[in-house]
């Protein structure tokens, strides 16, 4: 009897540690982001690979941190809903990677969380960095902090690096700002490589700028920017891609913060400061659309404010731009400018456009610059489908 009750209480012991170390473990499991995840928080530093419940709305309350090594997937249908303020944001650090697989019929959604009342720099954005080439000095690898958070570094050697990927997104009043030195865009890109995927992008009313390059080599296709407060498409410090059927619309009654807010502006290194800096940008865009939707009444000096230039390649940039397309009821400084007092265009920029505004410039419909930037500007060209932008629900071509 003492015998089998000693292996009854052996037994119960053993289940006993078994129930508690299970226990333990599931706790450490449940610990720190992983805990905030599942209440549907998004906040603090993940280290691992996690994937959202696309049935959640999640709630961005903070900085939102993809380590190196660590993965975030985002199902298609997921709503991420950010609080209000600069320090608001998703950001990828080197060697993590975010893979945003939404559809056309469910697509990936980051927008404000009092959306109702929200407009352009509600929340920061997301932030992207890589490990490809930016421009630098000759026989070194550059590297560079990232604007919004110095503790991000990017750059490198690595230009089929890999970031993840992203389709059928949705970015929403992002562009919140610190300071006019400091300040998100809709998606910022630094140094991103061209492993990565970035394609079927709708950004609405952002600031600074709907989408900017820092660097990098990534190709991206089927973007749609709406009502940004600065440029549309924005690039610098050695971007070396290409953009495919590319649409940027300011609608009628917005207004900008900004004194030139551009369809693309291009620089080919860091602010114009390094112009014998290796890898300068050289990007091609395919099939562009600029349409300035402004009130048929205002006179063309008002027009005018608004817009600066509908293209500006400057600063050592070399682009390739074909069938592109300029409409709309407005008017701005220039049409293509590739001057500037830090470095014209590059020699061997090529731009073909077609002018279909219904005011002319108050400035000139091209400057070609010290390099002799070839620019065409006559009918023809077809500029980026709006079809292919269907899946937004937007409908204000």
């Given at each position: 009897m003492r015998k089998q009750l000693f292996n009854i209480i052996a037994a119960t012991a053993v289940v006993f540690s078994m129930t508690f170390t299970s226990c333990t473990t599931t706790e450490e499991v449940k610990t720190g982001v992983d805990v905030l995840i599942e209440e549907g928080?998004?906040?603090?530093?993940?280290?691992?690979?996690?994937?959202?419940?696309?049935?959640?709305?999640?709630?961005?309350?903070?900085?939102?941190?993809?380590?190196?090594?660590?993965?975030?997937n985002i199902p298609a249908g997921t709503r991420i809903e950010a609080s209000e303020g600069f320090g608001s944001y998703i950001i990828v650090a080197q060697g993590g990677k975010i893979n945003v697989n939404g559809t056309s019929a469910n697509p990936v959604i980051m927008t404000a969380k009092n959306e109702d009342e929200a407009s352009s720099g509600y929340w920061g954005g997301l932030i992207i960095n890589?490990?490809?080439?930016?421009?630098?000095?000759?026989?070194?690898?550059a590297t560079s902090s990232c604007e919004m958070n110095a503790d991000f570094i990017y750059g490198g050697s690595d230009d089929a690096d890999n970031s993840g990927s992203i389709t059928y997104l949705m970015i929403k009043y992002a562009g919140a700002r610190s300071s006019?030195?400091?300040?998100?865009?809709?998606?910022?890109?630094d140094a991103v490589g061209s492993g990565t995927t970035?394609?079927?992008?709708?950004?609405?009313?952002?600031?600074?700028?709907?989408?900017?390059?820092?660097?990098?080599?990534?190709?991206?296709?089927?973007?749609?920017?709406?009502?940004?407060?600065?440029?549309?498409f924005d690039n610098t410090q050695?971007?070396?891609?290409?953009?495919?059927?590319?649409?940027?619309?300011?609608?009628?009654?917005?207004?900008?913060?900004?004194?030139?807010?551009?369809g693309i502006e291009s620089d080919g290194n860091l602010d114009g400061i390094n112009s014998t800096d290796e890898n300068q940008t050289d990007f091609t865009v395919t099939n562009l659309t600029i349409s300035l939707q402004l009130d048929s009444v205002n006179t063309t000096t008002n027009q005018a404010k608004f817009m600066q230039d509908v293209l500006k390649i400057r600063r050592g940039a070399k682009a390739t731009i074909t069938n592109a397309l300029?409409?709309?009821?407005?008017?701005?400084?220039?049409?293509?400018?590739?001057?500037?007092?830090?470095?014209?265009?590059?020699?061997?920029?090529?731009?073909?456009?077609t002018n279909s505004l219904t005011y002319p410039f108050l400035g000139s419909e091209s400057k070609s610059g010290a390099n002799a930037a070839?620019?065409?500007?006559?009918?023809?060209?077809?500029?980026?489908?709006?079809?292919?932008?269907?899946?937004?629900?937007?409908?204000?071509?």
């Open positions: 928080v998004l906040y603090g530093e993940l280290d691992h690979e996690a994937t959202l419940d696309a049935s959640v709305t999640y709630n961005l309350t903070g900085t939102f941190i993809v380590e190196d090594g660590a993965v975030l890589g490990k490809a080439k930016i421009s630098g000095t000759s026989g070194t690898t006019a030195e400091v300040e998100h865009n809709g998606l910022t890109l970035i394609e079927n992008v709708f950004i609405l009313e952002s600031a600074d700028d709907g989408v900017e390059f820092f660097g990098g080599t990534v190709n991206i296709k089927n973007f749609l920017v709406v009502n940004s407060d600065d440029d549309c050695g971007y070396r891609g290409s953009w495919t059927n590319m649409y940027g619309i300011w609608e009628n009654g917005y207004t900008s913060s900004e004194s030139d807010p551009r300029v409409t709309g009821i407005g008017s701005a400084q220039d049409l293509v400018d590739c001057t500037d007092s830090k470095g014209d265009a590059a020699a061997g920029t090529v731009i073909s456009l070839s620019i065409t500007v006559a009918a023809g060209n077809t500029g980026c489908s709006s079809s292919l932008f269907a899946w937004t629900g937007y409908t204000g071509f």
